[in-house]
């Protein structure tokens, strides 16, 4: 038996090649669009939100109105959010600055229901050793990552993440990132294509017959014909008497498939940060220190400013340590 999970996402980029505000005007059209979609279609029974929180914020200042579709969609369990607010790099910040990424993505769960027990980073450049650490410390007892990893450190791509202390993560690695299944589409013959490519890549590195199949890309919209395709897909090899089956699935759905073959599953321990695989672009320590300068500035201010004033922003933003914060991020 091969059991897909296929798990609806967009890589929600907050600021990179565009600015925030060019940004937010996309993310107000998919937030519109996938809440009428979740709203309407009862069998998208799920979408992951690239396990970020900071949307929240960008999103209900312009559109307030539909923070109770969007709540209600949460307490069901379709619309999981966090660990983080807004997606880390693993290397660059500061201590102070990850743990606070966290709690403050936990304050603003805390406000609709629980938070993803996932620690996802797809696009992190490369993994820290006390990266199991900090996710215990927050109740997260998995994670699934891209970058950094390699077939010689694990003969499975399911495999115990160790960090320096002994904690432990049941961890997944894509092996070809956060997308190899965003060509899904209405067409029958493409997606048993990109099924049997999957299989190609994965089978021989699975560990239980478990595949997670990540359906989206970067800032990419809501899938609404997802639903239909799958139900295709699980008639088409039906059919032919093969025992596959495909589902819509969270991240957690995933973890809790191969969490039965942790006794199976090989340790990694410490850093994760080789190249073969994905770019870990390590050349970046380097580059625009005037900037990393700042932000390291900026993050030590936030950690201990007094009263909640903070000397290095702007005077809206030392009146408000909860805003200062947040900016860091």
Request: with cysteine.
């Amino acid at each position: 038996m091969k059991k897909f999970f296929v798990v609806p996402h967009s890589h929600l980029d907050r600021e990179w090649y565009r600015t925030f505000q060019e940004n937010r005007i996309k993310l107000v059209r998919f937030m519109d669009d996938l809440l009428d979609t979740m709203d309407a279609d009862e069998e998208y029974t799920c979408y992951n939100l690239d396990a970020q929180t900071s949307f929240i914020d960008d999103y209900f200042a312009i559109k307030p109105e539909n923070e109770e579709r969007f709540r209600r969609h949460i307490r069901a369990g379709r619309l999981p959010i966090g660990p983080w607010y807004v997606q880390p790099d693993e290397h660059l910040p500061t201590a102070e600055g990850i743990i606070r990424n966290l709690l403050i993505s936990k304050r603003i769960s805390d406000g609709y229901a629980d938070y993803n027990r996932v620690g996802y980073v797809p696009d992190s450049f490369g993994q820290s050793a006390v990266f199991p650490t900090l996710m215990k410390g927050f109740g997260i007892d998995s994670a699934i990552l891209y970058r950094g990893f390699g077939e010689e450190d694990s003969r499975y791509n399911d495999f115990i993440w160790e960090g320096l202390d002994g904690s432990r993560l049941i961890a997944n690695w894509m092996p070809i990132g956060y997308g190899n299944a965003m060509f899904f589409c209405e067409d029958l013959e493409k997606n048993l294509r990109v099924v049997e490519e999957n299989l190609t890549l994965l089978k021989e590195r699975s560990i239980s017959g478990n595949y997670l199949l990540m359906c989206g890309s970067d800032q990419s919209f809501i899938k609404k014909f997802l639903p239909a395709a799958l139900r295709q897909l699980n008639d088409y090899y039906q059919s032919r008497g093969q025992e596959y089956e495909f589902v819509l699935a969270t991240l957690q759905d995933y973890i809790d498939a191969i969490r039965g073959h942790a006794k199976q599953m090989e340790v990694v321990r410490g850093e994760l940060r080789k190249g073969k695989r994905s770019r870990t672009h390590n050349s970046i320590g380097a580059t625009r220190l005037d900037i990393k300068q700042k932000s390291f500035m900026s993050g030590s201010a936030t950690a201990r400013g007094r009263g909640g004033r903070f000397w290095c922003f702007p005077p809206a933003l030392r009146r408000d340590s909860r805003s200062s914060r947040r900016t860091c991020m």
